[in-house]
């Protein structure tokens, strides 16, 4: 354990059931996310403004400016997705809810104490953030998927959540806008994620 480690009081040796947790970086946070369809015409018009943003500062080593969204104008906690609906939902699609998130490395959130949640397959996280009973903020994580019953359980719950609650998935990352109603973009997009 280093100095800044042991300054900050973490524990760079987590213990072996916390070893396989789902985690997400604080730079992850709604880098690939599931939002309303109200949004799409808002999405498309961001995804212009970032790929010219980009251009114009592309160096040889990186860039020289970062962009920063917009919130969206139809945020997902207006629609009262309620947090029971989604978690039943998961849960029939074969995904198990965690009772911890690793978060930027070190820290180990209790989804109990807080208002954050995680469903999980062995390559596939889904995490939301909620407010009382209603989700405010869903985004993914994802690894190489191996299994083709991981995959037809994922495809099947995006598609569920493109069709149930008229959502899409917006990865910043890429600049990718996925219609969740749509099978084959959905598979297309999750073959990037396939071996």
């Known amino acids: ?50 790929d010219e943003f980009t251009e114009k500062t592309r160096t040889e080593y990186g860039f020289t400016d970062i962009f920063i969204r917009e919130g ?4 997902t906690i207006y629609e009262e997705l309620r947090t029971d609906y989604f978690d039943k939902l998961l849960i029939e699609k074969g995904f198990e809810k965690a009772t911890k998130i690793r978060y930027d490395g070190y820290t180990i959130i209790d989804c109990s104490k807080t208002t954050s949640n995680a469903f999980v397959l062995p390559c596939f996280n889904f995490f939301y953030d909620c407010n009382d009973e ?36 917006i990865d910043w990352n890429s600049s990718e806008l996925i219609d969740l109603t749509d099978r084959n973009q959905i598979k297309k997009y999750l073959m990037s994620y396939c071996k």
């Open 72 to 75: 969206l104008p139809f945020p």
């Open 1 to 50: 354990m280093g100095l800044f480690d042991k300054i900050l009081r973490r524990n760079t040796n987590p213990k072996i059931e916390d070893e396989n947790l789902p985690s997400f970086w604080e730079d992850d946070y709604c880098q690939i996310e599931i939002v309303p369809r109200k949004n799409i015409e808002h999405i498309e018009k961001s995804i212009k403004q970032i």
């Open 134 to 169: 209603f989700i405010n903020n869903i985004w993914i994580s994802t690894s190489l998927i191996t299994s083709n019953y991981h995959f037809t359980k994922i495809l099947e719950s995006l598609y569920e959540l493109g069709e149930s609650c008229e959502l899409v998935l």
